[in-house]
């Protein structure tokens, strides 16, 4: 079975503070992909990595950077955080062979407050 | 633009009943369907898609969906519903024509209540 593990799956942190995300996949996944999830929002796409050190924008980046320095490994980092960053955080990834089914496995999530 | 919508925020169902969750989309070109589920306190998980082929596809748990091209829907359905099938359950699109680097498009959820 595919893994993916998010490093905490809560957190709490200060306005202002620099916070990073961690996500570990363990079947070799060239797709990474990190959302932030909020009631009546659905699903929205901060970035996503499709090889190690690469990277593009989501549908929301701003306030967010990435970093895939490993395959197995895409960590998400909240440069200055704000309380409008309070959220689910969801990590994912799929087969880049995969393209046209484009399963996403997703890890348990961290859910982030910011006070 | 593409889009999807899922109608009804929240959906209850007496346990034993048959259930429908509704998804209905807009794309440009072809669409791939997603299901997804999320259980409490856990990551989401895949249920089914739809790709080409055979209208009615079935997946996980029980649950089949039905891909509508003239009404541009893909609802979730099971014949008998279980307690246990009570989480939030996501649709999502991708876009063939777009090919939008393996974007999916997602719905804002559906909470599924099964009441014993």
């Known amino acids: 079975d595919v893994k993916v593990t998010q490093s905490s799956r809560y957190l709490v942190k200060r306005t202002g503070e620099k916070v990073f995300l961690e996500c570990v996949q363990d079947m070799d996944h060239e797709n990474m992909f990190w959302y932030r999830q909020d009631p009546g929002l659905g699903l929205r796409l901060i970035y996503f990595?499709?090889?190690?050190?690469?990277?593009e924008k989501g549908d929301i980046p701003e306030g967010y950077s990435v970093s895939r320095e490993k395959k197995e490994r895409f960590s998400l980092i909240l440069e200055s955080a704000s309380t409008n960053q309070t959220s689910m955080y969801l990590c994912?990834?799929?087969?880049?062979?995969?393209?046209?089914?484009?399963?996403?496995?997703f890890g348990a999530g961290t859910r982030l407050s910011v006070l | 633009a593409q889009s999807v919508a899922q109608p009804e925020d929240q959906v209850n169902v007496a346990e034993g009943n048959p259930l429908t969750v509704k998804c209905t989309y807009s794309?440009?070109?072809?669409?791939?369907l997603f299901w997804y589920v999320q259980y409490p306190n856990r990551g989401l998980q895949f249920l089914l898609k739809?790709?080409?082929?055979d209208n009615l596809v079935k997946g996980s748990y029980g649950f089949e969906a039905e891909f509508n091209k003239s009404q541009t829907s893909f609802h979730l359905k099971k014949p008998s519903a279980l307690v246990s099938d009570s989480a939030l359950y996501f649709c999502?699109?991708?876009?063939?024509?777009?090919?939008?680097?393996?974007?999916?498009?997602w719905g804002a959820g559906t909470k599924l209540i099964i009441k014993p």
């Open positions: 999502a699109v991708r876009d063939v024509v777009m090919d939008s680097n393996y974007q999916l498009i």
């Open positions: 990595s499709y090889d190690v050190k690469m990277k």
């Open positions: 994912a990834s799929s087969l880049a062979q995969d393209r046209t089914q484009n399963i996403q496995y």
């Open positions: 739809y790709i080409t082929g």
């Open positions: 794309v440009s070109g072809n669409p791939y």
